[in-house]
């Protein structure tokens, strides 16, 4: 099984940058979909931003613009560079595998990273 340790997360201001890291056991070449997600205090987790093994990439609409999911296959690492940073950012991220078809589906989760932004 594929195991998955997010980094990076940190306090920053509002305006400013954090690069998130999503470091997978194993190679994510063929993994599906990864993923981050987030949630905050309160609040359901959400997806922020994704990218399937052809390099397709989707984001929510309150990051787009500022946030880019991309990833190094050499390295097995995911990574979610968030610029122009906003207090309702905070949150705890989680990388996510998921690999499924129309019979079922597998997906692994990360411990979280938290991210907090200051006004």
């Known amino acids: 099984q594929v195991q998955l340790v997010e980094s990076g997360g940190g306090l920053v201001q509002a305006g400013g940058s954090l690069r998130l890291s999503c470091a997978a056991s194993?190679?994510?070449?063929?993994?599906?979909?990864m993923g981050w997600y987030r949630q905050a205090p309160g609040k359901q987790r959400e997806l922020v931003a994704s990218i399937t093994s052809s390099g397709g990439t989707n984001y929510a609409d309150s990051v787009k613009g500022r946030f880019t999911i991309s990833r190094d296959n050499a390295k097995n690492t995911v990574y979610l560079q968030m610029n122009s940073l906003k207090p309702e950012d905070t949150a705890v991220y989680y990388c996510n595998a998921y690999e499924g078809d129309q019979f079922g589906y597998l997906e692994v989760w990360g411990q979280g990273t938290l991210v907090t932004v200051s006004s």
């Open positions: 194993e190679t994510i070449f063929s993994i599906g979909t």
